[in-house]
């Protein structure tokens, strides 16, 4: 620790101590301030951490301050260190309460109901060691029945020179959609462009892509809430405007190459309650570990998205988030919230051992020119199509073929948006969820 940290009170946690927090005084306590050598965030924002017994956090949008952070220690830490010992902490409400969402979730969500463990002892689903049995038993009846597929074909990285299967107009969008509903997708994850092909959230083409994509194909429509790394925080939240079925939201912040994708707690919150409060079914994007403890966290405090369902996507091998092997897939899987259905995919050349380690672990899968421009060792991929088309072949292989949309639909809990047709009324189940 340098000098420059004098002054912070550090809260630290480790393997063997994770129960009782280790709190190291690095000397007085000096009041409020900007972090010492911090980094500078996006132009206009200021994130400031004052030195209270646990982080507390501003962020603001030029003048406005949006949220200050509630000092209080995250749900996680407050658990035993059962992922260490395989202790788990419970009480008789936890339970009930853990029986009545089961119930609420369905057989669809238990399709993904995955090993119990200590970690998801939060209170947006009290766990149990009883409840890890049903868990297993479930995993070992019904997690291997059919595969999500997940295309994302465009992303706002990739430049339609390097790459002119890139889909960058509407009508290459609709078309890759189609092709890709007819090969097995369920859902699309979708940036769009401008006239220049450069990434853009302007709201009339996000509303228009929406539509044309309901009319044209069934397939469950997600918008990016991420944008491009440079898109301020006011046009990612009106992303959702556009009504989509479903959006990212991404639980945290992280490194994404030279650049920095920044998602700091309270936009999450704000991006968060603005998806339960316009129906839209959000896709938790997990970089890193420390992404799902702020989704625990989330759905701690905010309880449970609209629908009742908890999807996320664990998007792997970005260079600054975790990386794209197994171990760590497993790793992951293992702290998300139970019950959950989860996505992976690998970028690059990681594409290939998520895949593999996703199917293996009964998850669901995300593939598209987004995330890979290579299909195999000096052969660029010759268009989406060819990514969906591989995933539903190794999915089938895996006896877990990719499941049809209206399942897709019923898993996640999306509100019926497509014109003419009338879908089951989910509600939002935020009452009585949280502390
Ligand atoms: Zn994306």
Known sequence: MGPELAGL?????????????????????????????????????????????????????????LIVQETQVPQ????????????????????????ALDLAHGPAADLDARFGHPLYNCAHAGHSA??????????????????????????????KADAPALPVTLEELVKTAKAAQ???????????????????????RLKETVAALR???????????????TDPYEDRLRVLDALPDSCSLTCGTVNFGHDVFMNPWPFMVELY?????????????????????????LLDEYGLPYGGKIHCDLVMGVPGGMPGDARTLVAAVQALPEGAS??????????????????????????????????????????????????AKLATLAQRPPMPIEEARAMLAVKERRPG????????????QGP
């Not at 005084?25 to 646990?54: F, I, N, Q």
Request: hydrophobic letters at 40%.
């Open 9 to 65: 009170h550090v809260r630290a946690a480790s393997a063997q101590g994770l129960d009782h927090g280790v709190d190291e005084r690095l000397g007085d306590r000096a009041g409020s301030g900007c972090m010492p050598g911090g980094p500078a965030a996006l132009p206009g924002v200021t994130v400031k951490r004052e030195l209270a017994d646990y982080q507390q956090r501003g962020v603001q949008l030029g003048a406005r301050l």
């Open 76 to 99: 996680l830490l407050r658990q035993s260190i059962g992922f260490f010992r395989g202790v788990v902490m419970r009480d008789a409400d936890q339970d009930e309460q853990a029986r």
């Open 130 to 159: 009883e409840g890890s049995r049903r868990s297993r038993d479930r995993v070992q009846g019904m997690a291997t029945a059919s595969t999500m597929i997940t295309l994302a074909p465009t992303g706002a990285e990739t430049v």
């Open 182 to 204: 007819a090969a097995g997708a369920a859902l699309i994850h979708v940036h769009i462009r401008d006239e220049k092909y450069e990434p853009t959230l302007d709201l009339g």
């Open 215 to 229: 009319e044209e194909t069934d397939l469950i429509v997600q918008l990016s809430t991420g944008g491009a790394v």
């Open 273 to 297: 309650q603005k998806t339960q409060e316009l129906e839209v079914v959000p896709e938790f994007e997990l970089f890193d570990l420390g992404h799902i403890a702020a989704l625990h966290r």
């Open 342 to 391: 989860w996505s992976a995919t690998g970028i690059g050349r990681t594409t290939l051992p998520v895949m593999l380690a996703a199917l293996s672990v009964g998850g669901h899968l995300r593939v598209g020119m987004e995330d890979t421009l290579t299909y195999a060792k000096g052969e660029p991929v010759r268009d989406n199509l060819q990514l969906v088309e591989r995933a």
């Open 421 to 432: 047709k009338v879908g089951p009324v989910h509600g939002s189940r935020r009452s009585g």
